[in-house]
């Protein structure tokens, strides 16, 4: 084991960037660049006491390194977890297994029981607020009648009807979990809630059942049951059934859906529904990384109808979604379009127009906030009133540019800030060791480079003029941050090897001489080099890989 040779390598050595090869690099690959490296640092070459003691540290680093990658089941569990890994709990168990994929397979299994050990602390709680708003006074009006009213010119806006629910788990045991939930609603002056307990036992692999008991003071008790059973790997389905006691006697309910992957992003569904409202439903969902799509058709009473919707995923950092969908039935049409968007890491507001016959036109906002759920549905008209549509479709975006500008953008600005502030604070004395080996790596490659750099010129091969690595600012009034990059020219022209240079597919800071010299923010390197005597210049981006020279490099003399 790595840990026999006594020097303690910090939880986030990419071992990959330190030996420079690829995730998927061969045993050949490895060794090749064990050697070179073991030839730049191993201490016997340095006669100097203090570059003796810096060549030790670094060969036992690199040492490591290849003795996790070298091994295949060590590096299948480093692949997963990282250096942390190979500390975990039962390294025992995982050493007798034979190839990376049962290791795969086996630290996976650890995984679950810790998070369900994790799990068994937590509550999970969910929750809901629905706040209706009747806004028809603002379209809807006939002023005439308003004329001897006192404060008649001002449209009359209220809250009719509220919602709130909300539930918490709490595990039991590694298999049974108690869900409690409860809600309270209120519409025009009458509301009601209810309480209900689940508890729901995990039977194996294949499914899970649920019993259910609630109670309200709107309809008398509920006696439920749910199971769910996986019948192939592509197909399960789900029974509930119930029975609801009121006044009026024992209602019973039951409901059925059979689902089907139909390829690897598609779902087929059929609902069998029987009781107070009976219905049938078939429904196709369709869900890529870059668009969800949902028809539907439904034979029932009192409902019939048939939906189909669209949203497309944008692939922008703010998760952003654009969404419409057509529903038409015996009730009548609605057509519903809106959109989404992160505005935080654990927030995510949307809107939504609703138009419709007979139902007029509503606007719907909500707000994701984590585990829990804000719901605005606004109704602006009965009728279908142009100005209507209009101002609910332009308003939100209006309203939503604007504190975007004005105080979501700069909250998350102060947010970033403190929180790179606090990471530079946790991380201060890891980069400080980092940044001294860095300089302890540079001292001990300057005789190499030199040897390098003698024997490119013979060839008029690559030599690596200038090169910094680090966050590059190009705005005048940011010029402080411009220190933000250290040179990295001797680390680079070290890597020079018959007059070319591979840099993989991983950050950069982790390549030997090279250190983190701005933490939490984007970083690049940028090379100045000549080859055959003519100079040439790249900008890389920190985790993309590097090959040069190239010819599109190349600097124009004339310009």
Known sequence: MAAALGEEVPDNEDYYALLNVRREASQEELKAAYRRLCMLYHPDKHRDPELKTQAERLFNLVHQAYEVLSDPQTRAIYDIYGKRGLEMEGWEVVERKRTPAEIREEFERLQREREERRL???TNPKGTISVGIDATDLFDRYDEEYEDVPGSSFPQIEINKMHISQSIEAPLTATDTAILSGNLSTQNGNGGGSINLALRRVTSAKGWGELEFGAGDLQGPLFGLKIFRNLTPRCFITTNCALQFSSRGIRPGLTTVLARNLDKNTMGYLQWRWG????????????????????????????????VSYQHKFQDEDQTRVKGSLKAGFFGTIVE??????????????????????????????????????????????????????????????IYFAMHRLIIRPYLRAQKERELEKQRENTASDILQKKQEAEAAVRLMQESVRRIIEAEEARMGLIVVNAWYGKFVNDN???????????????????????????????????????????????????????????????????????????????????
Not at 524 to 552: C, T, W
């Open 276 to 307: 107070i409202q009976s219905a049938m439903n078939t429904s196709i969902v369709r869900d890529t990384k870059t668009s969800h799509f949902t028809v539907a058709l439904q034979l029932g009473i009192p409902h019939s109808f048939m939906m």
């Open 477 to 559: 009034s940011r010029k402080n941050e411009k220190v933000k990059v250290i040179d990295v020219t001797v680390p680079l022209q070290c890597l020079v090897k018959d007059s070319k240079l591979i840099l993989t597919e991983a950050s950069k800071a982790g390549l030997p001489g090279f250190y983190d010299p701005c933490v939490g923010e984007e970083k690049s390197l940028k090379v100045l080099y000549q080859f055959r005597g003519v100079l040439h210049q790249v900008m890389s981006a920190d985790n993309e890989a590097l090959r040069i020279p190239k010819q599109s490099h190349r600097i124009d003399a004339d310009g």
């Open 120 to 122: 068994q602390q937590r």
């Open 337 to 398: 379009y809106g959109a989404e968007r992160k505005i935080s890491r654990h927030s995510i507001l949307g809107a939504t127009v609703s138009v419709g016959v007979p139902q007029g036109v509503s606007l719907k906002i909500k707000l994701n906030r984590a585990s829990q759920t804000y719901f605005f549905p606004v109704h602006l008209t009965d009728q279908l009133l142009p100005s209507a549509v209009f101002y609910a479709t332009v308003g939100p975006l209006v």
